[in-house]
Each structure stands twice: as structure tokens, then as C-alpha cells.
């Protein structure tokens, strides 16, 4: 398997601009998560699925982030409008269940709004 | 909010020193995992540790779980140039969840 496919690798985009990141999790993985990743606030989980249902979208910032997960090898993370704020590396993990397995990470998307 | 508090910030040793991290967390856990990552890659997994275990071992790693203390250790031994990165613990909490939380994380520089 490839691992954990997220495309993007980089984005520039600009202010009030939608941004919409991808994510291929490893096929068979039934765990999907979505992160942000900045200087000043670490690693912060925003959303996680289970079989493709969302199952705790607490860390979603605000209403301008959406995920969906349309089927079990994909999903999509928007931002819509983008503010410079938004700037961060957004990474997405696939697992089998992390009560007993490990997470495993993409190479992540680098996101500059200008 | 994360659940992790990891300590140092930033850790430099010399090749062959032994490197030891700290993590503390809040609440109740079912498990703690400790990755790793290089800069400007993703996270890598390193190992997992049961609320149940109080230590295990994987190569030159060696964690300890204190559930009492709500906190647990990553010990590398005999340190590498290549081990430079920065190293996450995450956990899941005890109840229904698989809601993988990270610490803030140690930057290791091992110079050679």
C-alpha cells in the first residue's frame, strides 16, 4: 500500500478563496482524521470519521470548515472563504480503530492564504 | 484542546547520549502512543503503550506509562544524528473514543 495520499502537497491561495484538500486513507483503514498543525497551537485534531460517518467535529474551528467523506477511500477537507489564519500544514491520518492500532499520517498539505 | 503537555520544549545532545522525554496528560486513558516526525514530513508511529502496561520496549526505545502520575517517558538510548526530529506523545481516552490527541511535542537535536 502507499500509505496515506493527501494532495495538495502545497497551496497558495488568496483571501476569500475556496481551498479544498484531499485525502486517500490506506484501503481497509475504517478511522479517518483530520489535522491542523501550527506553531502557535500544535497539532490539533479537527475532525475524525468512522466508515465514513463523522463522529466528533469539535475541533472544527468554525463554519467556514467542512469534511466529508464520501466513500471509503476518500475524503475532503474545505475552507471556505480562507483567511490568512487559516495558514497551517493540514495533515490526514488513517487507522484501524486507535483503541488498539496506531495512526498513520500523510506527508500533508502546506497551506499559505495570502 | 489538547491533551499533552510534553517536557522540555527542546532537547540537544551529543551522538551516544541517552534522550529522554516527558509527557503528561489529563484524564483517564485507554491508551498513549509516541510518534515521531521529521521536519516538514508527517507523523510516524513509534509505539503504543496499554493503560494497563507500565513499560515497554522497542529497539533502542523504551517508554514507561505512570497512570497514577498521569504521565509517561520516551527514553532513546544511545542517540543518532538521524534521531534528530520532533517527537509527539497522543492519547486516547478510556471511555468510547478513538479521538487520538497530541501533546505539544519535544524537538530532539542530536549532534554528531
Known amino acids: 500500500d502507499a500509505g496515506v495520499i493527501q494532495s495538495p502537497r502545497h497551496e497558495v491561495t488568496e483571501m476569500g478563496q475556496e481551498v479544498t484538500l484531499r485525502c486517500k486513507p490506506i484501503?481497509?483503514?475504517?478511522?479517518l482524521f483530520w489535522y491542523r498543525q501550527t506553531m502557535m497551537r500544535g497539532l490539533e485534531l479537527l475532525i475524525y470519521f468512522n466508515n465514513n460517518v463523522p463522529i466528533d467535529d469539535s475541533g472544527m474551528p468554525e463554519d467556514r470548515f467542512s469534511a466529508k467523506m464520501p466513500n471509503a477511500s476518500f475524503s475532503t477537507l474545505k475552507i471556505q472563504p480562507s483567511e490568512p489564519r487559516d495558514s497551517a500544514v493540514y495533515f490526514c491520518?488513517?487507522?484501524?480503530?486507535?483503541?488498539?492500532?496506531?495512526?498513520?499520517f500523510g506527508q500533508g498539505t502546506r497551506l499559505t492564504v495570502v | 484542546s489538547q491533551q499533552g503537555e510534553e517536557d522540555p520544549q527542546a532537547l540537544s545532545i551529543q551522538e551516544g547520549e541517552n534522550a529522554t522525554m516527558n509527557c503528561s496528560y489529563k484524564t483517564s486513558i485507554n491508551n498513549l502512543q509516541w510518534y515521531r516526525q521529521n521536519s516538514g514530513r508527517g507523523l510516524v508511529h513509534l509505539i503504543l503503550?496499554?493503560?494497563?502496561?507500565r513499560e515497554k520496549h522497542s529497539g533502542r526505545l523504551r517508554v514507561t506509562l505512570d497512570t497514577s502520575k498521569k504521565s509517561s517517558s520516551l527514553l532513546i538510548t544511545a542517540s543518532r544524528a538521524a534521531d534528530t526530529a520532533s517527537y509527539f506523545c497522543?492519547?486516547?481516552?478510556?471511555?468510547?473514543?478513538?479521538?487520538?490527541?497530541f501533546g505539544t511535542g519535544t524537538r530532539l537535536q542530536v549532534f554528531p
Open positions: 497522543a492519547t486516547v481516552y478510556s471511555y468510547n473514543t478513538d479521538k487520538l490527541i
Open positions: 503503550i496499554r493503560s494497563n502496561e
Open positions: 484501503s481497509g483503514h475504517d478511522y
Open positions: 491520518a488513517s487507522s484501524r480503530g486507535t483503541q488498539s492500532a496506531e495512526a498513520f
